[in-house]
T-cell receptor, first 115, second 110 residues
Framework: NAGVMQNPRHLVRRRGQEARLRCSPM?????VYWYRQLPEEGLKFMVY????????ESGMPKERFSAEFPKEGPSILRIQQVVRGDSAAYFC?????????????FGEGSRLTVL | GQSLEQPSEVTAVEGAIVQINCTYQ??????LSWYQQHDGGAPTFLSY????GLEETGRFSSFLSRSDSYGYLLLQELQMKDSASYFC???????????FGGGTRVLVKP
């Protein structure tokens, strides 16, 4: 029973390029969350999505960042024109939804390095 | 806004007991979770408290006091494999979102 799958695990980009991070939630989960983690820091909420809907994007930078969770396929976090400050680990988590999130299931993360 | 405060680092020896405190200021607070993260790994769920009191799961226990906006994670009979970062996270019902604290790095020494 596969857990949350993220790819790529490691991604290197030069400044100005685009980064695309993918997340397949656990089977049966319809809610996806993206978090960003800088070294030695906590997890910062970015965006919460359900299938074909963005529920809460209050943690997303206003420019260059976008996220989607299409009806078919993985959720994608897209960062355009990357800058060095975007270097971080990006974690995806999923939950089955419902009225209370007792537990989020995290993927292993995608580590973005911007040169 | 929402904020959670926890100590940055704790060091203890094998077999000892460690308590990691977490204070929170969260509007619409619903419950407090704890997650463990080893270096380079994924955060993994440890416990969840929605009601006041102590929840025990093996060597780990978690406590919540809603009136004090305070909780803690208790790690007993520490083992080397418990060396990791531990995060408290507040669940806000409106918006179905978890907000994480900055994490406490626990270092277990022989």
């Amino acid at each position: 029973n596969a857990g949350v799958m993220q790819n790529p695990r490691h991604l290197v980009r030069r400044r100005g390029q685009e980064a695309r991070l993918r997340c397949s939630p656990m089977k049966g989960h319809s809610h996806v969350y993206w978090y960003r983690q800088l070294p030695e820091e906590g997890l910062k909420f970015m965006v919460y999505l359900q299938k074909e809907n963005i529920i809460d994007e209050s943690g997303m930078p206003k420019e260059r960042f976008s996220a989607e969770f299409p009806k078919e396929g993985p959720s994608i976090l897209r960062i355009q024109q990357v800058v060095r400050g975007d270097s971080a680990a990006y974690f995806c988590a999923s939950s089955p939804g419902g009225t209370t999130i007792r537990e989020l299931f995290f993927g292993e993360g995608s580590r973005l390095t911007v040169l | 806004g929402q904020s959670l405060e926890q100590p940055s680092e704790v060091t203890a020896v094998e077999g000892a007991i460690v308590q990691i405190n977490c204070t929170y200021q969260t509007s619409g607070f619903y419950g407090l979770s704890w997650y463990q993260q080893h270096d380079g790994g994924a955060p993994t769920f440890l416990s969840y408290n929605a009601l006041d009191g102590l929840e025990e799961t093996g060597r780990f226990s978690s406590f919540l006091s809603r009136s004090d906006s305070y909780g803690y994670l208790l790690l007993q009979e520490l083992q080397m494999k418990d060396s990791a970062s531990y995060f408290c996270a507040a669940y806000k019902a409106a918006g179905n979102k978890l907000t994480f604290g900055g994490g406490t790095r626990v270092l277990v020494k022989p």
